[in-house]
């Protein structure tokens, strides 16, 4: 399969964790402003969420609907060939325009503090480091 860091994102101009540890990250991470609105804090968190499973569904080896880590996994799966291919800015396949601007900025994103990509960025580089024990 193709990079997750850069092939989907050029459409729009290492390693795995299971749902529940993704979600409980996610909600545990505090980069998100305390007095941060309830819908933006739903967005991050779903575009965060966003970023981790297209990863996941980028580089599992597992064929389709028998991943044992996470059930959105086949949906992802498809979701990321579309990508692959689609340059359409207003293409009608749900999650297609969102994810390719997500996976644009995270590909493009340099700032160390950024509410969606250095939650994203954290939680992989924390997988990585317990997968090297």
Known sequence: MA?????????ISDTDQNEDGLISQMQSMHLIE???DKDVKAILLQ???????????????????????TLHCASMKI???HIMSCQDTHCSTSH???SRYVLSHYSKCREEKCPVCAPVKDAIRRN??????
């Open 3 to 11: 990079s997750f860091s850069s092939s989907a994102a050029d459409n």
């Open 34 to 36: 305390a007095g941060a």
């Open 47 to 69: 575009q965060q969420q966003r970023l981790l499973l297209l990863r996941h569904a980028s580089k599992c080896p597992y064929d389709q609907g028998r991943c044992p880590i």
């Open 79 to 81: 979701l990321w060939k």
């Open 96 to 98: 297609c325009v969102s």
């Open 128 to 133: 990585y480091e317990q997968s090297q024990r």
